[in-house]
């Protein structure tokens, strides 16, 4: 790896150190995080904070600086998938009463693009801006099923570790049931990351039938019973070929 890139890296994980758990830290504390000695990760954050990408806080301490403002307005523009998705989101989140979730694939992880809370919403840890792993859960699962067999064997060669006693670790029970997946166009979960929800999701495909995002519904087991899975199923299959016609 040329120096150029591991320089570029470095900084890169600097940036994602920070999250919703730890908004702010310390210099030594990144430095420590990125394995790289004080004086080197002092530089990168000085041009980190030069280009607005950090800010020091009073008690010496980082935060993500103003210019992720002007990145935001950039992902929420007119011509968007987030902008495009939303008021199909919206229109589910009313005839359902449920939280909806649009989510991506960003390398290994899914993230959560938007996310329209529920009149009668329950606690579910996956919200805007968060990253989560691709094995568990509907609304991620959708995104590792149509994601393609390279991917998926690359992705299968890494261990697995449980959210809960729900989740699919064993890579070969994984894979068939993101065969299924495919074959069905749909997935639910039940209980893999957040116990007590259950949720439904499909793919968003893009005039090519490739993989562009997912969307999902999600609300408590109790209340997400066969014929309301059925229900939110076809409003999420209408919502995807909605969405999929408006995208650029």
């Known amino acids: 790896m040329s120096v150029k890139s591991s320089t570029a890296n470095k900084v890169l994980d600097i940036l994602l150190l920070f999250d919703e758990a730890r908004p702010e830290i310390s210099g030594e504390a990144i430095s420590a995080a990125i394995k790289t000695p004080r004086s080197t990760t002092y530089r990168y954050i000085r041009t980190l904070t030069d280009k607005g990408f950090l800010e020091k ?33 919206q229109s589910i ?4 009463n449920e939280t909806v979730l649009l989510t991506r694939r960003f390398n290994r992880y899914s993230v959560c693009m ?10 579910i840890t996956f919200k805007r801006g968060h990253s989560q792993p691709l094995y568990a859960g509907a609304y991620s699962k959708i995104l590792l099923a149509f994601a393609g067999e390279t991917f998926l064997n690359d992705y299968l060669e890494q261990p697995l570790e449980p959210f809960t006693e729900n989740t699919i670790t064993d890579p070969e029970a994984l ?6 997946i ?12 957040d116990i007590g929800a259950k949720a439904v999701a499909v793919p968003i495909l893009n005039s090519r039938q490739r993989l562009v995002a ?11 019973d066969e014929d309301t899975i059925e229900h939110h199923l076809q409003l999420l299959l209408d919502g995807a070929a909605e969405i999929a016609l408006k995208l650029p």
């Open 175 to 180: 894979r068939a049931h993101l065969q299924q």
């Open 214 to 224: 997912g969307l999902t519904t999600a609300g408590p087991t109790f209340r997400m």
């Open 57 to 89: 806080v009073v008690d010496g301490k980082y935060c993500l600086g103003p210019i992720f403002f002007q990145f935001g307005n950039l992902i929420y523009g007119e011509k968007t998938l987030s902008y495009i998705a939303l008021p199909v989101m």
């Open 182 to 193: 495919r074959k069905q166009g749909f997935c639910t979960s039940e209980g893999e990351v």
């Open 93 to 96: 989140m009313q005839q359902t």
């Open 114 to 123: 938007e996310r329209v809370e529920g009149q009668q919403a329950i606690r």
